[in-house]
């Protein structure tokens, strides 16, 4: 396939702007990617790939090598977080990959980022190259880096994460919003977690105010991410603050043990605010597009940031290879009218779901545990987020619908 007349640059060498580099490469096209850290490494602790995300990875190939570091979850449990007491526990039909069509996968980032990096290669990489700067004509993007180097495209790709460089310069000011929720997280070894019951399932422990989300990972370690309700404004000015001992602990005492031997298992970790950016009119300016978080960062109760990312260049990949680099607004817009109500209805969604999550014991509690408890209530819950396909389907208006 030829390249059409793209030079495509890529900003940021997380899990979305590898994938990226990788569907382009799908498509016969290339893309160099500038990385602002001298090494690629980890931004939080571990992601849980759902099947919309994972038919992707497996579709290229790379199914041998996802097989030995990641943990393919079979189950979906919700709890009372105080009881321990199954609410809803879900299997799929038969299975979550026969129902689906793909795994859901847990996995550790630096694992994640070293299959998509060693399959892309590093030749294209470039590390140590922190965006200070895009200018542009009609033509043609220059980027400019902090280490006083810079680099020109005919396409330039932000893929730099939530604090994106390249929002922040396509808007000119930081729209950050916090949620009102925020989170301490760890990655704790099996042999800790005797108290646990059903280790191999992704488990939500759910309570008044807060709730524990847990998933296992490659070797058995349960990744987890304990939520709580906490006023706004957030108090600090970058999104993580110091916590003391004893403060991931505090709401949850009267918790189930498992609860508490999770969250108590690993030294105390900072505070993190959960924010999230309200969705943009458009996520293109010139020859510039936003992905992944960049684009539309979520609160993880859905756990869908990388895989909306990884939707995002899935699209995006085929919406350039299908058009000329003459043609670069056509692309742009092709991309954005099959991505903006999806993602939009799947940022709402992750927001209201800390809703459903936290609710007071009452009618409202009880409507929730009776809807999460069938197959058809928790199928209405993820479905049409977990069933997409974004290679070969347009989003009906169940799944985010299109619009520009």
Not at 47 to 55: E, F, I, M, P
Not at 137 to 155: C, H, I, Y
Not at 162 to 169: I, K
Not at 277 to 290: A, E, H, I, N
């Amino acid at each position: 396939m030829a390249d059409q007349g793209w030079k495509i640059a890529i900003v940021g060498g997380g899990v979305g702007g590898l994938t990226l580099g990788l569907a382009l490469r799908e498509q016969g096209l290339e893309a160099d990617i500038y990385e602002q850290t001298d090494e690629l490494r980890e931004v939080g602790a571990a992601v849980a790939l759902s099947a919309n995300g994972t038919r992707f990875f497996e579709r290229i190939g790379l199914r041998d090598k996802f097989a030995g570091v990641a943990f393919d979850i079979p189950t979906l449990i919700y709890r009372d977080g105080r009881s321990g007491k199954v609410i809803g526990k879900h299997n799929g039909r038969p299975s979550y990959r026969e129902q689906f069509g793909a795994p859901y996968w847990g996995i550790h980032r630096a694992d994640l980022q070293k299959i998509l990096s060693g399959t892309l290669g590093m030749e294209r990489i470039h590390l140590n190259k922190r965006l200070v700067d895009l200018t542009q004509n009609a033509d043609e993007v220059t980027l400019r880096f902090k280490d006083g180097s810079s680099a020109k495209a005919n396409f330039v790709v932000g893929g730099d994460g939530a604090r994106s460089t390249v929002r922040q310069w396509m808007l000119g000011y930081d729209d950050a919003l916090y949620s009102g929720c925020s989170a301490f997280r760890g990655i704790v070894a099996p042999e800790l977690l005797d108290k646990l019951p059903d280790p191999a399932a992704i488990q939500f422990w759910m309570g008044p105010g807060g709730h524990l989300l847990h998933y296992p990972i490659g070797n058995g370690d349960q990744n987890f991410f304990v939520v709580e309700r906490n006023p706004a404004p957030w108090p600090a000015r970058e999104w993580t603050m110091p916590a003391t001992e004893g403060e991931q602990t505090a709401r949850y005492k009267d918790w189930h043990p498992a609860v508490m031997q999770m969250i108590s298992a690993v030294p105390i970790s900072p505070r993190w605010g959960l924010f999230h950016r309200p969705p943009l009119s458009r996520w293109s300016k010139g020859r510039v597009t936003l992905i992944g978080d960049a684009a539309h960062a979520l609160v993880p109760h859905h756990g869908q940031g990388a895989n909306q990312s990884i939707e995002d260049v899935v699209v995006l990949a085929r919406c350039l290879a299908e058009t000329n680099a003459a043609d670069c607004a056509l692309a742009q817009d092709r991309y954005e009218r099959l991505r903006r109500g999806r993602t939009r209805k799947v940022q709402y969604a992750s927001i209201t779901t800390a809703d459903l999550l936290h609710l007071p014991d009452g009618p409202a509690a009880d409507k929730r545990n009776a809807r999460f408890a069938t197959f058809e209530g928790m199928h209405h819950h993820l479905g049409w987020i977990h069933e997409f396909d974004p290679a070969t389907q347009v989003p009906t208006d169940r799944q985010g619908g299109t619009w520009l």
